[in-house]
């Protein structure tokens, strides 16, 4: 089973940048697509933006412009590009990952981003 562990979160000011990491455990050629989800408090969890292994990228309308999400398939690892940050992205953002279509996704950790002066 491919594991995701994410990275990269931290404390930001607003207006600041962030760039998250998902490491694999497997070859990210392996797996059909990969995505970044978030989750803030008291809310439910949602979609960013995700990538298949062919390189389509779909991203939600509400965060096209400040969030790009990337892979680097050498180090088996996607990222989330965060750009002009506010408050209101503050969240625990999760890496997923579907080997193949149709079948479950698998989740990491999550890793916590904090948008505050």
């Known amino acids: 089973q491919v594991q995701f562990v994410e990275s990269g979160g931290g404390l930001v000011q607003p207006g600041g940048s962030l760039t998250l990491s998902c490491v694999t455990s497997g070859s990210i050629f392996n797996i059909y697509q990969m995505a970044w989800y978030r989750q803030a408090p008291g809310k439910q969890r949602e979609l960013i933006a995700r990538m298949t292994s062919d390189g389509i990228v779909i991203y939600v309308n509400s965060m096209k412009g400040r969030f790009t999400i990337s892979r680097d398939n050498a180090k088996n690892t996607v990222f989330l590009q965060m750009n002009s940050l506010k408050s209101e992205d503050t969240a625990v953002y999760y890496c997923?990952?579907?080997?193949?279509?149709?079948?479950?996704w698998g989740w990491g950790q999550g890793t916590q981003v904090t948008v505050s002066s």
């Open positions: 997923s990952g579907q080997v193949t279509i149709g079948a479950p």
